[in-house]
Each structure stands twice: as C-alpha cells, then as structure tokens.
C-alpha cells in the first residue's frame, strides 16, 4: 500500500472507536446532479373511528370540526350563534380543536352583533315621543364603542383570572373568551327597537343567567382552569361580569356630557 492511500484510510479511521467514519464529499458543481432526499416521520395525533375497515379514517367528531373550520365567515357566524346560545359546551369543546382567530371573532361576529345591537338601539330611541334623531344616533355609537372596550376589558380579566386558576394568562383566549360569553346579552339587545323606556336595561339583566351558562360551560375545558379552582372562578368572572355589564349604562351619559362628538 502506498502512501496516499495509508493517510487517506488513517483520516476515515476514528482514532477513538475504531470506527470508520462516512467520507465528506465536496460539493457538487454539476448542477445536473439530483438534490438529496430526506425520509421525513410524522404522527398524527387525532382520535380515529376504529370501527370503520380503514383505520386512517378520522372519527365523525373530527371530520365535524374540520368541516365547519373551513366554512365561509359569514356561515361561520350563523354555526357559532346557534351553537354559543343552545349548545355551549360543544361550542368551547370545539374552539379547542378549531379556534377562532381575534379577527375572526371581531369580523364578523362581534361586528355583527354590535352593529345589530346599534340600529335597534337607535330605532327604538327614535320611536319614542320626543325623541332627537341626532343625540339618539349619537347614544346609539356611544353605546356600541362601550360595548368594544367592555369586551376587551373583560377579556384581560378573565386572562388574569384564568392565570390565578392554574390555567396561565394567556390574553388571546381570555378576550376570545370574553367575546363569545357576551354573545346572548348581545343578541339580546336587538330587543332595543321596541320603543319601550328601560326594556333594553331590563332585557341585558334577564339575559345574564344565560352568559352565566356560556362562561361556565368553558371553564374547564377552554381556559384549563384546574378542576378545584373552577367554582370559584367561574362565580368571581360571573360577578366581575355583571359589575362591567351594569357600570357600562352610566358612562353613556357622561361621555356624551364631555362633547366629544
């Protein structure tokens, strides 16, 4: 054996194992030459319908909730108003597998909501005798803005709350959370276009034990709240939230005293 090919194999011997180790190539320069592959492994983790012939098929709830995450908006707000009002807990069971974006929510479900919400208002105020189209329109964006910033209050809230329930604070969930649990007082308002003084007052307050279910149908399983701290954050959120609802009525008449429109 010659020389050269005695340094060649002492450099492709590992001194400490005795163990050949792979040659490095130069890098290729005939641009012909096939790039390498690599065997990439993925796991899925997903529940499967063991009962069905193939066993790749996903199970009938997975297929549900891909189905519905790839509706249009406007479909979308039709599914999640239906199913926050009559089935809460699948609704959150559901955000846990296809969540809803910020924007998502606010375009176009609070959006919807809110604006609904203003034209009753602003209806009904002008159906009243005696009414001033112009300081009624006035109350009417007055209340819809409150509304705005409630939601995003409340959403740090309960972020908050949620971080002293073992859950973590997390403000994304918390105001997504704080959205969809003012949806029946929402929906509700649109009540607003009967001309009758205090109804819409009146309705928010009859329509609380209904947010009440909604907040608490999510605790456990969308906020991660740990089981033997859910009662009492579910009743501290359900108060912090009836406190908001209640203080939001009387800044109505003191923005409107400072003439910032």
Known sequence: MDKQSEDTNQNRQSPDTGLFEPETKPAATNSSEEPAHYEVNVKHYA????????????????????????????????????????????????QTTHAATIGQMHFPHLTILILLRMIAVFIGGVLLPGANASQVLLQSVAQGLLIL????????????????????????????FSGY?????????????????YLTTICDLLSMPWAFVVLGAGILPYLKIKTEHAPMVTGLLCGLLLCLWGVMPMLIPFLMSLNLW
């Open 47 to 94: 529940n499967y319908d063991k009962t069905r012939p193939d066993d790749t098929s996903y199970s009938k709830e997975i297929q549900n909730n891909l189905a519905y995450a790839s509706q249009p908006p406007f479909r979308r707000f039709f599914l999640d108003l239906i199913c926050v009002l009559l089935h809460p807990s699948a609704f959150w069971r559901g």
């Open 149 to 176: 910033v409630s939601i995003w209050a409340f959403g740090f809230v309960v972020a908050g709350v949620s971080a002293l329930g073992g859950g973590g604070f997390h403000y994304d969930k918390g105001l997504r």
């Open 181 to 197: 649990v003012m949806t029946p007082t929402l929906f509700v308002g649109i009540i607003s276009i009967i001309p009758v003084p």
